[in-house]
C-alpha cells in the first residue's frame, strides 16, 4: 500500500511561487510513475505533470514554463515548484502515483492519490 501526504499549499498573490511536496509511504517509490493534479471549483480533476523520472517529465500547456516537477528518491518526495501564479491557478492540489513507468497520464491511470492541499492565487 502507497500512502501520499500533500503540503505547502497557501494563499499567494499573483506573481509569486509555491512550492508543494507530497511524502511517500513505501519502499518502491522510485519504481512509481508520480503525477500532481489539480481541481478547481466546478471542474474535472486535470493533469499538470508527470514524473516517470528525474529527466522524463510531462507538463500540461497551461504550466509548461512556470511549473516544475522534481522528485528526491532517497527522501521518497516528490515535488512541485509553482512559479509566475496566476488566479486561474486556484486550486486543490493532489499528488498521484503509480507503479511502473509506461507512458499513461490521465487521472484514471493513476492508483495512489493524496488528500490535497490548497492553493489560492489573488489577483
Known amino acids: 500500500q502507497v500512502q501520499l501526504l500533500e503540503s505547502g499549499g497557501g494563499l499567494v498573490q499573483a506573481g509569486e511561487s509555491l512550492t508543494l511536496s507530497c511524502a511517500v509511504s513505501g519502499r518502491t517509490f522510485s519504481s512509481h510513475t508520480m503525477g500532481w493534479f489539480r481541481q478547481a471549483p466546478g471542474k474535472e480533476r486535470e493533469v499538470i505533470c508527470i514524473s516517470w523520472s528525474s529527466s522524463i517529465t510531462y507538463y500540461a500547456d497551461s504550466v509548461k514554463g512556470r511549473f516544475t516537477i522534481s522528485r528526491v528518491n532517497a527522501k521518497n518526495t516528490v515535488y512541485l515548484q509553482m512559479n509566475s501564479l496566476k488566479p486561474e491557478d486556484t486550486a486543490v492540489y493532489f499528488c498521484?502515483?503509480?507503479?511502473?513507468?509506461?507512458?499513461?497520464?490521465?487521472?484514471?491511470?493513476?492508483?495512489?492519490w493524496g488528500r490535497g492541499t490548497q492553493v489560492t492565487v489573488s489577483s
Open positions: 498521484a502515483a503509480r507503479p511502473g513507468s509506461g507512458y499513461h497520464i490521465g487521472r484514471d491511470d493513476f492508483d495512489y
